[in-house]
Nanobody, 123 residues
Framework: VQLVESGGGLVQPGGSLRLSCVASGFSLDYYDIGWFRQAPGKEREGVSC????????YYADSVQGRFTISRDNAKNTAYLQMNSLKPEDTADYYCSTCTVVGGTILSDGMDYWGKGTPVTVSS
C-alpha cells in the first residue's frame, strides 16, 4: 500500500493549488479518502474526506467553500483543489483513508500515510 502526494508549493494569498494523491496497492473505490494537514508546532487536522460509497464530501469549517476534494477512478487518484488560499493554510498536506465522527474528519485507523507535500501561502 502506498500513497504519494504532490502538487504543493509556494503561492501568494488568494492563489490556488491542486494537490494530487496517487494510491497503489488498494482501490479508492472501496475506501473513504481524505486530506489532512499539519502546520509547524500544531497537531494534525483533518481537512476533507470523501465517502467512497456515495461521494459525499466533508470539509473542516476552516476550508469550507474554498477547498474541493475529488477522485479520478481510472487513475486511482484523489485531488484537493485549494482556492482563495490564506497564510493559515500553510502546512504539510497528507492524504489518507478517513472517517467522519461528529463532524470531525479523522484518520480511520488504517494508518496509510504518504510523505506529504508542503504548501506555503505567503506574499
Amino acid at each position: 500500500v502506498q500513497l504519494v502526494e504532490s502538487g504543493g508549493g509556494l503561492v501568494q494569498p488568494g492563489g490556488s493549488l491542486r494537490l494530487s494523491c496517487v494510491a497503489s496497492g488498494f482501490s479508492l473505490d472501496y475506501y473513504d479518502i481524505g486530506w489532512f494537514r499539519q502546520a509547524p508546532g500544531k497537531e494534525r487536522e483533518g481537512v476533507s474526506c470523501r465517502r467512497s460509497s456515495d461521494g459525499t464530501t466533508y470539509y473542516a469549517d476552516s476550508v469550507q467553500g474554498r477547498f474541493t476534494i475529488s477522485r479520478d477512478n481510472a487513475k486511482n487518484t484523489a485531488y484537493l483543489q485549494m482556492n482563495s488560499l490564506k497564510p493559515e493554510d500553510t502546512a504539510d498536506y497528507y492524504c489518507s483513508t478517513c472517517t467522519v465522527v461528529g463532524g470531525t474528519i479523522l484518520s480511520d485507523g488504517m494508518d496509510y500515510w504518504g510523505k506529504g507535500t508542503p504548501v506555503t501561502v505567503s506574499s
